[in-house]
């Protein structure tokens, strides 16, 4: 019970990443009569696949990006819940260029410069999330900061693939564009200077 409670924001976030696959599962047919065969099921659910996949990538991105500036707003931080957050965006990013290559295959992928731009986006996940661990953090100590400020590259490549694809990608720009000026040392500074005058949260 005692690590369940210390990592409760962990499994809320696992949870809430999560619960949007059930619907997914439902858009495909599993056969196991001459093997496992997976497919989509008749009408618009490929299309289904790639949006949902696509918006809950980009949507868990954002969120990550969220955690610096909900910590200088309300002076509250928890690492676990920005690893888990990271873990779901790299999850859901994976899952959304799995999709793609599955029915569209894997030549593709370098067919169109917004499909470039996200396949790239994909291989700057993939080493986050398999160093979105404690043992990473030991092991690579100074370096592992340094390796997951590659997070920045993605999302920006996210929303450009995002953008040329003409999906609705303004709000999320918005919002990472606010975190990263609220990141800006005299902002930040003035930020939680303001905070702590109003004794909200932690220093």
């Not at 949507?59 to 873990?87: D, E, H, K």
């Not at 700057?124 to 043992?135: E, Y």
């Not at 800006?184 to 905070?195: G, S, T």
Request: hydrophobic share 55%; net charge positive.
């Amino acid at each position: 019970m005692g690590v369940l409670k210390r990592n409760y924001g962990w499994w809320i976030v696992a949870l809430l990443a999560t619960l949007p696959l059930i619907p997914l599962l439902s858009l495909v047919n599993v056969e196991f009569s001459n093997g496992l065969a997976i497919s989509p099921v008749e009408g618009d659910s490929v299309e289904m696949l790639y949006h949902i996949s696509g918006e809950f990538a980009i949507r868990w991105m954002t969120a990550v990006l969220t955690c610096t500036p909900f910590f200088i707003l309300f002076g509250v931080n928890n690492l676990f819940v920005r690893q888990s957050m990271g873990i779901a965006t790299a999850v859901w990013s994976l899952l959304h260029f799995i999709i793609f290559i599955w029915t569209e295959g894997v030549l593709e992928t370098f067919t169109q410069f917004n499909y470039i731009v996200g396949f790239i986006a994909v291989l700057i996940l993939i080493p986050l999330l398999f160093t979105s661990n404690r043992k990473s953090m030991k092991w690579l100590k100074a370096k592992w900061k340094q390796l997951q400020s590659m997070a920045y590259a993605a999302i920006f490549l996210s929303l450009l693939h995002v953008a040329i694809l003409d999906k609705t990608w303004i709000l999320y720009a918005v919002i990472v564009g606010v975190g990263f000026v609220m990141r800006i040392p005299f902002i930040k500074e003035a930020l939680i200077a303001f905070r702590k005058k109003r004794g909200v949260g932690k220093a």
